[in-house]
């Protein structure tokens, strides 16, 4: 196997240090001069086993590899989802990161960072209600939650203080943090301890919005921060180089790995390969609309993956009837978006005739597809579609965010909902209408719009599948995101604090050695 080291230097990235067996840390001041081709994998709406983004994403890194340069931008685990239902984040079979068992544990420590200066805010605010109200700021409303990386129900809703000042407050899992979504979205360490700053935290009685500068504990937040902020660098089984950094999941958050590692990639190598977390109703477009302005570049090709097991699902048992759900996230992407787009029906272990009937039916829209094999045999599974890629990122990028900016918070969220979800209408409780009315106001109107919702539908609804069209989508609250850029509608029950499954993943794991597997 090669080492970590030895491929850096094939690149030229010689700003590096070792922290862990396998897995290196990178300078992100640090770039080289290259210009890359951006690949963006996405999906249909998925399962809950999941369609396999990150297994295709390195599978077709490692077929590119055979005649370019290239780099994997991925997402980093969460511990949520290890020990919960869909388990690591490190592909499967001879398509995954190496060391595997660690990266989808404490890996580098970046999650442990991101956790501990979310929770010093919080902290530091308590302390400042508790000693007196140093600042003589009278608070009126708590923004920020506390957080933890792990799936826990229990934490959602509790009650915290003594006899005389009890309040309500809530933890959200790190992956949904406003430190996550900055340290994803910052393009440097100076930047990161900007917005850091411009993090709004709570509201006092005279309506004035207090952020973390105000606290004067800014510098302690990101000095948390200040090894995070550099990207990871590990190995797929093949000797590919993977930068792995961030986490953000796209259901509650804005769902895509780091700026500094894409930029970072698409410097050094000629072609790049990420992906946007779940379906494409929510990754992709997020990735559109909030994360390419941020980055200065659109995908030059997007891969939309397929499942059977999705396709029969999204058709109540019909694969035919499912088709329904695979195009209208193949008409958001070409249409919305204006991406060259390839699916790829990823297999796992259906027949051919139903692979290439999906296949056939792509192909009569005029979209190329294949079958990807990645899982069983590696890039020599990922030959076709790495060649289809190659073929459609030649042709010239016409990507675009779907909405311009200077639409307000509801005009975005409407635009998404009826565009991209195929809503009839929206509505919201008095409070989003509140809040929302409020940010605009305060100037913030002109930010892009993170929806939090369901990902097994385009609905609100988990259990309404295919591509439905009379449905209404509830907004029942809106946060602001100030120093990431964003504001979050939540919508529908949507939470912000998963939950464990009555069988969740942390019973069937065992340990080999001081390994878990």
Do not use: W
Not at 200 to 216: F, M, P, Q, R, Y
Request: aromatic share 6%.
């Amino acid at each position: 196997m090669v080492d970590v080291e030895n491929k850096l230097k094939e690149f030229n990235i010689t700003n590096y240090c070792k922290v862990g067996q396998g897995i290196y840390k990178l300078d992100e001041t640090k770039y080289g001069k290259k210009h890359g081709k951006l690949i963006l994998v996405t999906a249909m709406s998925p399962t809950k086993s999941g369609n396999g983004k990150t297994t295709v994403s390195i599978g077709l890194a490692d077929a590119l590899s055979k005649q370019y340069s290239t780099i994997l931008s991925l997402r980093e685990p969460s511990l949520g989802p290890v020990f919960g239902a869909k388990g690591g984040a490190t592909g499967g079979g001879k398509c995954a990161l190496v060391p595997s068992s660690k990266i989808d544990l404490h890996f580098s420590g970046d999650m442990h960072a991101i956790t501990s200066a979310n929770n010093l805010i919080c902290a530091c605010l308590d302390n400042h209600i508790f000693q007196g109200n140093e600042l003589n700021i009278d608070i009126n409303e708590i923004y920020i939650s506390r957080a933890l990386d792990m799936n826990d129900r229990a934490l959602r809703d509790i009650v915290i203080g003594d006899k005389d000042h009890k309040r309500k407050e809530h933890f959200i899992i790190t992956s949904a943090t406003e430190i996550m979504a900055i340290l994803c979205l910052s393009k440097n360490f100076k930047e990161l301890q900007e917005n850091v700053k411009k993090m709004v935290i709570a509201k006092s009685l005279d309506g004035k919005l207090i952020t973390v500068d105000n606290l004067g504990i800014s510098d302690s937040v990101c000095g948390l921060l200040s090894d995070a902020i550099s990207s990871n660098a590990v190995l797929t089984k093949e000797d590919n180089l993977a930068f792995v950094h961030g986490g953000p999941f796209a259901n509650i958050a804005h769902g895509a790995s780091s700026i500094i590692a894409t930029k970072m990639a698409l410097s050094y190598a000629d072609f790049v390969v990420t992906e946007a977390g779940f379906g494409a109703d929510l990754g992709a477009e997020k990735f559109f609309d909030v994360v390419c302005p941020k980055l200065g570049k659109y995908p030059d090709a997007v891969v939309l993956i397929a499942t059977i097991a999705a396709l029969k699902e999204n058709g109540y048992g019909d694969l035919n009837s499912g088709l329904k759900n695979l195009q209208k996230h193949i008409d958001n992407l070409t249409n919305l978006f204006g991406a060259n787009l390839v699916v790829a029906v990823n297999n796992f272990g259906d027949s051919d005739a139903e692979i290439n009937y999906v296949i056939d039916y792509c192909n009569n829209q005029g979209i190329k597809a294949c079958k990807f094999d990645g899982y069983k045999s590696g890039s020599k599974g990922a030959k076709e579609l790495a060649s289809l890629i190659i073929e459609e990122s030649s042709k010239k990028c016409t990507c675009k965010s779907l909405y311009n900016e200077k639409l307000g918070i509801s005009a975005k969220i409407d635009t998404i909902a009826k565009n991209v979800y195929g809503a009839k209408s929206v509505s919201y409780s008095k409070k989003a209408e509140q809040k929302i009315q409020e940010l605009e106001k305060l100037g913030y109107g002109k930010l892009p719009v993170v929806i939090a919702k369901t990902q097994y539908s385009f609905s609100c609804d988990d259990k309404l599948f295919g591509a439905p069209t009379d449905f209404e989508i509830p907004v029942t609250d809106v946060e602001l995101r100030a120093g990431a850029g964003f504001v979050v509608a939540v919508c529908g029950k949507q939470l912000l604090m998963p939950a464990l499954g009555k069988n969740p993943r942390a019973k069937t794991l065992k340990l080999k050695g001081k390994e878990l597997l």
